[in-house]
């Protein structure tokens, strides 16, 4: 009897969070990047973030996925602390639809919910009905395992000695607390906990005061996820992923304070224990982000005093360009020289982490020239944009040409960002195949870059100060730079001749000062461009 009953709860709590997660991955795939930008760009404040992100988390049916997601775009710069905080709010709250459904017993809609979304999936032609039929395939699978769920735990009734341990978490909510927590961080499904409480309720295992402090437990356990999500992320990302914890914690303890209030007040509410329980979730979640939202900013500075340091902000998106002074294009094409100076900042700062990867390859590192090569794209097509907005205005045979000279420098900044991308992953590449380079190699790669740094960097502030004779100039660098690059590839060949350098070792040498010279090629190019040229590549 206990191995069929193990059994069937072990089957039917993996068919719940494969339900779940199928249901889940369909509806993001529906949604697709949309979702991503109505979080990116709706949360402006703090209230607007927890409505975004209940209706998110409530289309989704995952808070996990939308809190990691939130890691992410904090990690990416996309949003900061506080937006993060609102969006986390409200996620909580939407991740409560999936207990409201179970509380409905629209459970007997498992099976013909399991046919029709594999009819559409098995049949549809189009991506959008497959995704569809994988969300309604999910739906159905979700509740065939609350059904299993249900039908193992039924027997246990007959467990005088298990149901009177359960019932002690009324007497004792902390260890219902701890159960529910550390339950849900092994599955990292708080709704797959709620789904089983209901279950055990529904057959009489658990009575409410006994279920609410596992309900409350699994609000911290959910927390792990986003916690896993944010080990390696920036500084802000792991705050985000604390705020969640935090947050999810301190509402537990108010609720925790005012348990047996809380609990009187929701079996007012319904007659059916099931229903009982799902009214207790949501309405905690609403409280508590209400009592929040007000309270962001000094959550925000808190969770930056527990988490100290100094975190690098990248704006991603364009901070010069303005579309109200497109009637006046010279000013228009000087803002957007200023925002194509800040890229080629950008794109240098990648050079210097890529180049860091060679000497001391970390995570670190990758993320900073992700992050700056992510940026980099986001500026290249929005500055590309405006300067098309800017080209459709009546211009003057001179703000012609300093426009189409200001497109072809935006190509060329993006393309020295690809270069100093392809820099890292080749110290990466070094890293991994250990193949160290002789000290000789680095000394030609030192030498190198110490001569494209210095004509890449003196190149931005020539063109930002529209300064020719310094263009000119720099541009000189450029035949030193070929012949630095000639001299290293003799030297590499003889090397790989005396085996004093490895194939492998050889092959990232060689991929490196040809991504060097090319940087090279491109900062001449901006040269020409500040000298009012275009460029020869």
């Not at 012609?400 to 690809?418: A, F, K, P, W």
């Amino acid at each position: 009897m206990t191995a069929e009953i193990l059994m069937g709860l072990i089957g039917g709590l993996g068919l719940f969070i494969y339900g779940i997660q199928l249901m889940s991955d369909g509806l993001q795939k529906i949604a697709g990047d949309r979702m991503r930008k109505v979080l990116e760009a709706l949360t402006t404040k703090p209230w607007r973030g927890a409505l975004v992100g209940a209706g998110v988390t409530a289309l989704i049916q995952s808070s996990s996925a939308t809190t990691v997601m939130l890691v992410g775009f904090v990690n990416a710069g996309l949003m900061n602390l506080q937006q993060a905080i609102g969006v986390i709010m409200g996620a909580n709250i939407g991740t409560t639809v999936t207990a409201q459904m179970i509380a409905f017993h629209i459970d007997k809609y498992a099976l013909p919910a399991i046919g029709i979304g594999f009819a559409i999936t098995f049949i549809g032609k189009r991506k959008l009905h497959k995704f569809f039929g994988q969300a309604v395939l999910g739906f159905g699978i979700l509740f065939l395992g609350l059904m299993f769920m249900k039908g193992a735990v039924g027997p246990l009734r007959e467990n005088a000695a298990l149901t009177d341990f359960i019932f002690t978490f009324g007497d004792k909510p902390l260890l219902g607390v701890f159960a529910g927590m550390l339950f849900t961080a092994i599955i990292q499904s708080s709704s797959a906990t709620v789904g089983l409480v209901i279950a055990s309720a529904s057959q009489g295992i658990l009575n409410i005061h006994s279920a609410i402090p596992i309900v409350l437990g699994a609000e911290i356990g959910t927390c792990i996820t986003a916690m896993i999500a944010g080990i390696g992320t920036s500084l802000g990302a792991r705050r985000s992923a604390l705020a969640h914890l935090m947050f999810n914690i301190l509402g537990t303890i108010l609720f925790l304070s005012i348990l047996p209030i809380f609990i009187k007040t929701v079996t007012f509410t319904s007659p059916n224990i099931a229903r009982q329980i799902a009214v207790a979730q949501t309405s905690l979640n609403v409280t508590c982000t209400l009592i929040g939202l007000p309270l962001v900013g000094l959550f925000a500075k808190t969770v930056s005093w527990l988490i100290p340091g100094e975190e690098v902000l990248i704006e991603r998106g364009p901070i010069y360009l303005d579309t109200h002074i497109m009637s006046t294009p010279s000013i228009a094409l000087g803002q957007a020289t200023k925002e194509i100076t800040r890229m080629a900042n950008l794109a240098a700062e990648m050079l210097d982490y890529g180049i860091e990867m060679f000497a001391k390859p970390n995570s670190h590192l990758k993320k900073q020239v992700e992050r700056r090569e992510d940026a980099v794209d986001n500026l290249a097509a929005e500055i590309t944009r405006y300067l098309s907005k800017v080209s459709q205005q009546s211009l003057s045979p001179e703000q012609s040409r300093r426009l189409i000279v200001l497109m072809h420098t935006v190509n060329d900044v993006e393309r020295i960002g690809d270069h100093a991308e392809n820099i890292m992953q080749l110290g990466e590449l070094k890293s991994h195949e250990r193949a160290p380079f002789s000290k000789f190699a680095h000394q030609e790669m030192e030498g190198l870059y110490s001569k494209v740094e210095s004509m890449y960097k003196n190149m931005i502030v020539a063109f930002e100060t529209d300064d020719k004779k310094l263009a000119k100039k720099c541009q000189e660098y450029e035949d030193v730079i070929d012949t630095l690059v000639r001299d290293a590839r003799i030297e590499h060949i003889r090397r790989l001749n005396t085996g004093v350098c490895s194939p492998t070792a050889g092959v990232i040498f060689l991929d490196l000062i040809n991504n060097l010279e090319r940087v090279g090629d491109l900062a001449n190019n901006l040269g020409y461009a500040t000298r009012g040229e275009m460029g020869k590549l």
